[in-house]
Nanobody, 124 residues
């Protein structure tokens, strides 16, 4: 499967931004999809993930209540809605996918497929 993240941009602190991860491949609906982010000089950080069905999600503690992951398998897409953004949310955001059944997938090494990343910048 090939992934492409989009929707990044510049937003003021307290604002909202939605990212999309578009996937190719007829079996995308069988993949768990995760979102990660990486700020300059820092390790890639887990944001959250969503099961193939779309009914179950899991978030990093610092993202709970502010970030929401959803998916539309008919459109081969997964979304990350980010609210109440903070300057420390500034990073390149990546989507990733994997078919293996382990859950939740919180490590970057749990995923075989990655999108190219989209930059999110939150100004203070």
């Amino acid at each position: 499967v090939q992934l492409q993240a989009s929707g990044g941009g510049l937003v003021q602190a307290g604002g909202s931004l939605g990212l999309a991860c578009a996937a190719s491949g007829r079996t995308f609906s069988t993949y768990i999809v995760g979102w990660f982010r990486q700020a300059p000089g820092k390790d890639r950080e887990f944001v959250g993930c969503i099961r193939a069905s779309g009914f179950v999600t899991y978030y990093a503690d610092s993202m709970k209540g502010r970030f929401t992951i959803s998916r539309n398998n008919a459109e081969n897409a997964v979304y990350l809605q980010m609210n109440s953004l903070k300057p420390e949310d500034t990073a390149v955001y990546y989507c990733a996918a994997d078919q293996r059944l382990s859950w939740p997938k919180i490590s970057r090494y749990d995923y075989n497929y990655w999108g190219q990343g989209t930059q999110v910048t939150v100004s203070s």
